[in-house]
């Protein structure tokens, strides 16, 4: 069956050609003819609708448009379609509009193998060989010097194959950047232009780059790397987690920033496995010494503990109990709060410089070997968003560039972050209102707990361990956790609204200001909670006959005789745990089953009735902002274990009972018989002027350890130090030597002697300049 296939010609206009499509695999990415690559994949469905007219014209302005800048497109008619509603549009980019656009974007590009031998070397290395890849897969290409592209001086590069010359990851990138540029009309007196416009107003269904095989089997094309089936056999599977990663391979086919991505996670998941050994030292410290803490075993001992009468922790259906009634919470608090975990708060305080700066090292490395050097600064000044090219209207002079762009008037800068700052601190004290509520809950239900719990005699035999204060706060946690869980899912949308209300300049300062209102609302958020129990609860009771309240009505909660950290230890488990369970809920069970769910045809229908770009198509939509979910998580859960270790090492550990209990209640104060009637002791303001000396002094004492370390490590190697230098000079004499040939050629060409001796000269002073740097 021949088919009618619409290909581009050299001019403007659109022509048929007859391609025989019987020997053709649909799994596949080429084209019909077998020769041309796809880069990129549109779909749309046409169906009767009452904007179907205008669709259409914009999706026929809009390929012309693109078939004008340089590529090249193929439509797969409906009737070949899965489902047999689906057009699918393939686009190829041909080797001058990749060179083009390559120099556009200053991409790198090889220039000379790299002559500087490894002289990394990892002692006891053979204990490390179950851990590691086959070299293939590990670098997946040779180590080259690389330099910025040129299209005039295209014999300078190492272009052994140009069908290899630029990985999909950059051909895929090239021509998205075509993509959202591209206009397809004018609307309401406005120019538009952009793929994400398109798909916004329903244009187009999906815009996609497709992946080189499926991922439990090998292409059949011979053409195809297969490398996502590589990725997945030795990296994406679970049996595979003990193994390094491939990064290299993971950048060549995703990508840099996915790279980068898994670089830092592997990063911190290698540093983690210190802490968590640290970690574990301390918790087995606090188990062994359980039994010879002083004051568990006070409250514990039935002839001092049992002994104490306290006073009601609420007004209503409480009453008095002994203090051996919290043997079992005073027994758990040990684990947590103890000498050893004033330690662990000073080692996380290092352990987190030393990640810094051990980190950028391995940046530098990265950013030096994926050609990323000067990369952030590059895209600030080259890639302005589409979005701010479309609504500012006026232009003025880039002093970098010196060339007309459009800008933002600084008054419509001044009103637009002033909306915005007023959005984002009305969502945080929405967030200090929901922690109020959820305090008032806790004083609220505490009685209930308490009556519940005395007259349940099936309770009975735990009241030991679940006491009322535990009940609270484990249920007040979790009310919490839904409250996080709900204002993130509707102040992520909010927040992406303000910033494109903003209209950032370029997507680097998009993504800065996005990740500032999201890191300081999810600080808040997550950690408001924490802040409470740590530092105000059990801090502004009162005394008997004249306790605290909150609005002159609910009693001040207390804390447990043995201190708060244990119910701290609770709120933050609940609310890491809880995250962790949902983020593995949405990120990786739920794609799973409807990824299964699609791929089902993959397994069950034949390649020549199931296309790649089909398959592809039903997989879940990853979004432009996935990264920026993903490193936000991160982000968030890498400060609440550090803030969880800083908070348990400032509760101080509990003095002897016999110091201070000698009332019905935990204070330091005077008793009622005092001329200073329930004032505080002398002994109160001694330990409050000792905890306060203590955190003065183990702030600092960290903070000049951090800075001594910081400045002991340096940040870029000396090895990749040196690969810099040499590369610079390579490509100053590399150019150099080009730029000899030409005068030479012109020199033939008829130029004056005098001309030449001058380019010459400039020439060789560059190079000079470059061997002295």
């Not at 002692?123 to 490390?128: G, T, W």
Request: aromatic share 14%; glycine share 4%; charged share 25%.
């Amino acid at each position: 069956v021949l088919d009618h296939l619409e290909l581009p010609s050299t001019s403007n206009n659109r022509h048929f050609e007859l391609i025989d499509k019987r020997h053709q695999s649909k799994d596949s990415v080429f084209f019909r003819d077998g020769v041309r690559r796809i880069d990129f994949v549109f779909s749309y469905v046409d169906e009767p609708h009452k904007e179907a007219e205008k669709r259409e014209e914009r999706r026929r302005e809009f390929e012309n448009n693109l078939i004008k800048a340089g590529l090249e497109l193929e439509t797969e008619d409906k009737k070949e379609s899965e489902n047999g509603k689906t057009y699918f549009v393939k686009i190829h980019a041909p080797w001058e509009v990749l060179i083009t656009y390559a120099e556009v974007l200053n991409i790198k590009v090889p220039i000379k193998e790299n002559d500087i031998p490894s002289v990394t070397e990892i002692p006891f290395e053979c204990m490390f060989q179950p851990f590691r890849l086959p070299e293939n897969v590990m670098h997946p290409e040779p180590d080259y010097f690389t330099a910025p592209f040129s299209k005039q001086r295209q014999e300078l590069y190492l272009i052994h194959d140009k069908n290899a010359t630029f990985s999909q990851s950059t051909r895929n990138r090239i021509v998205y950047y075509i993509l959202t540029r591209c206009p397809y009309g004018t609307e309401e007196g406005k120019k538009k232009f952009g793929i994400k416009r398109l798909l916004n107003n329903g244009t187009y269904t999906a815009a996609y780059p497709l992946h080189d095989c499926q991922y439990w089997k090998k292409a059949s094309d011979p053409n195809c790397d297969s490398e996502r089936y590589t990725l997945y056999m030795e990296w994406a599977r679970f049996l595979r987690f003990y193994k390094e990663q491939p990064l290299d391979l993971i950048r060549k086919y995703y990508g840099e920033k996915i790279g980068i991505y898994f670089a830092w996670l592997g990063f911190y998941t290698e540093m983690l496995f210190f802490a968590a050994v640290v970690g574990l030292i301390c918790f087995f410290y606090g188990l062994l010494t359980m039994d010879e803490n002083m004051s568990s075993k006070e409250i514990c001992d039935p002839a001092i503990g049992g002994e104490i009468i306290m006073c009601p922790l609420c007004d209503k259906k409480c009453e008095y109990w002994r203090l051996n009634s919290t043997c079992m919470s005073s027994e758990y608090s040990h684990l947590f709060d103890n000498v050893a975990t004033l330690f662990f708060a000073i080692f996380m305080g290092i352990w987190v410089t030393l990640f810094l700066e051990f980190w950028k090292r391995r940046q530098a490395r990265l950013e030096y070997e994926w050609d990323l050097v000067d990369f952030e600064e590059e895209q600030q000044q080259l890639q302005l968003r589409p979005e701010y090219e479309a609504k500012c209207t006026q232009k003025k002079k880039n002093p970098v560039t010196q060339e007309m762009e459009p800008y933002l008037p600084l008054t419509s800068q001044a009103v637009r972050f002033c909306f915005s700052g007023m959005t984002v601190l009305f969502w945080i004290s929405l967030i200090i209102a929901s922690m109020i509520a959820v305090i008032i809950y806790r004083l609220a239900v505490y009685a209930a707990f308490a009556s519940l719990m005395k007259n349940t005699k099936t309770l009975q035999p735990i009241q030991g361990l679940l006491t009322p204060q535990l009940a609270t706060s484990v249920t007040a946690s979790c009310l919490n956790f839904v409250i996080i869980m709900l204002l993130n899912f509707l102040y992520e949308r909010i927040a992406i609204w303000i910033t494109d209300m903003e209209i950032p300049r370029t997507h680097l300062e998009y993504e800065n200001r996005l990740t500032m209102k999201m890191f300081l609302f999810q600080f808040v958020n997550y950690y408001s909670s924490c802040f409470y129990v740590a530092f105000f609860k059990g801090k502004f009771v009162g005394q008997p006959a004249a306790y605290t309240r909150m609005f002159y009505h609910w009693r001040n909660e207390e804390c447990d005789p043995s201190g708060c950290l244990i119910e701290l230890t609770t709120q933050l488990t609940i609310v890491m745990a809880g995250k962790q369970i949902w983020g593995n809920i949405q990120e990786a069970v739920l794609p799973w089953i409807w990824n299964w769910w699609g791929r089902r045809k993959a397994r069950s229908n034949p390649e020549n009735l199931y296309s790649r770009w089909e398959q592809d198509h039903d997989l879940q939509t990853f979004g432009g902002l996935g990264l920026f979910y993903e490193y936000l998580e991160m982000a968030v859960f890498v400060c609440k274990c550090h803030r969880a270790c800083n908070l348990s090492g400032l509760e101080c550990g509990i003095s002897p009972l016999h110091l201070f209990l000698s009332n019905r209640y935990r204070d330091y104060r005077y008793p009622p018989d005092h001329g200073k009637k329930y004032l505080h002791t002398m002994q109160f303001w001694h330990i409050l002027a000792a905890k306060m000396a203590f955190i003065i002094i183990m702030e600092h004492v960290v903070f000049i350890v951090k800075f001594f370390v910081a400045w002991l490590i340096p940040d870029v190697p000396s090895e990749v130090k040196a690969k810099i230098k040499r590369e610079k000079y390579l490509t100053q004499k590399i150019v150099h030597e080009y730029e000899l040939n030409q005068l030479k050629q012109k020199l033939c060409e008829g130029r004056t002697y005098e001309d030449m001796e001058r380019e010459v000269i400039a020439t060789k002073g560059r190079v000079e300049l470059s061997e002295a740097m």
